[in-house]
């Protein structure tokens, strides 16, 4: 199999420590990382404390037909579950509701959460913990209950041999299904409240990084502390290069081929690759040659790039209506 990662081995996350993605950032892939499990599921890791990532982590769940993971509840944590390709089932505000590709369910802290695979395909979720469960971390060597301390030596070793798996392309398409459910039907407060599905087409517009976006996961439509923003990068457009000062993101490469900007270098990517961009690593994407699609999670929401529009004031938010992100790529 050929090697994933578009980059020099200087910013593969395989071959950085923590230290060094904490303060320069790395390049890693949506199918290289460790794995373990994440209540009765496959998760494999590629952002998270082992990366040097501190207010959130992303891990890749794969769900073969027929599995269910366990039922459970964060008194603390949020989570987002983005459904990259397949079709998989999320338990949300008190039933069972479809998750297809390119919906992002959001769970609030303090309600129970599930998900299974009733289909005939495989079904690949990406999902964003804010902040990071540690404790899903314990069972595999990753995190040292007892000194409280993140295992680094295990993590540098387990993310240098960790297998490869070919991933499917992204199926990101709008969807309407289950409109009691959808964000843009509902009052942000219930949102908050209860949790909500989403659409990665779908959301506030924001052109503040110079690519048409939509702000899809952030405080105007009811999250807290996860975030996710999703941009179309036209051919030969470079967006402004640019850091965030309390945020770490993860940004994913969904569709599409180009450079991110990352360790104060510009380096090639292709759908599947992740910029890893801790708090205050500078970084960037431009498109080569095609277009492509952006879509970053980070925690807390930017609140950077919400300060300067009319969405933010004195602290409090004021989101317009949602619209879909509508490009002409003919």
Avoid at 163 to 179: G, I, L, N, S
Avoid at 207 to 223: D, E, Q, V, Y
Avoid at 230 to 245: I, K, R, S
Wanted: with cysteine.
């Amino acid at each position: 199999m050929s090697n994933p990662f578009s980059s020099s081995q200087t910013l593969d996350v395989r071959y950085r420590s923590a230290d060094q993605i904490r303060s320069g950032g790395a390049l890693a892939n949506l199918g290289n990382g460790p794995v373990i499990d994440s209540h009765g599921t496959p998760a494999r890791l590629i952002a998270w404390p082992g990366t040097g990532f501190q207010t959130e982590a992303v891990h890749v769940l794969t769900l073969e037909p027929g599995h269910e993971g366990e039922r459970y509840r964060y008194d603390m944590a949020e989570e987002a579950f983005l459904c990259h390709s397949g079709t998989a089932e999320v338990w949300l505000r008190g039933q069972w509701v479809s998750l297809e590709p390119g919906d992002i369910a959001y769970v609030p802290e303090g309600a129970e959460r599930a998900i299974r695979n009733t289909g005939k395909r495989e079904a690949i979720l990406v999902v964003q913990i804010t902040p990071p469960q540690i404790d899903l971390y314990v069972d595999h060597g990753f995190y040292n209950e007892e000194w409280a301390v993140i295992n680094h030596d295990a993590s540098d070793k387990a993310r240098a041999t960790a297998a490869t798996v070919e991933m499917p392309e992204a199926e990101f398409e709008f969807r309407e299904t289950h409109p009691e459910m959808r964000a843009w039907n509902l009052e942000w407060e219930e949102v908050r409240r209860s949790g909500a599905l989403f659409n990665v087409l779908m959301g506030t517009a924001f052109s503040g990084i110079g690519l048409p976006m939509r702000l899809i996961l952030w405080p105007g439509a009811g999250s807290r502390s996860v975030g996710f923003n999703y941009a179309y990068d036209p051919n030969g457009v470079t967006d402004e290069l640019h850091t965030h000062p309390v945020s770490d993101e993860c940004l994913i490469m969904w569709r599409g081929s180009g450079k991110f900007f990352i360790g104060g270098s510009w380096i090639d990517a292709k759908a599947g690759d992740v910029a890893l961009a801790p708090c205050g690593v500078a970084h960037g994407h431009t498109s080569v040659g095609d277009e492509t699609w952006l879509g970053g999670f980070a925690s807390p929401p930017q609140l950077d790039l919400l300060m300067p529009t009319d969405y933010y004031d004195k602290g409090s938010f004021t989101a317009p209506t949602p619209t879909r992100l509508e490009v002409d790529t003919d």
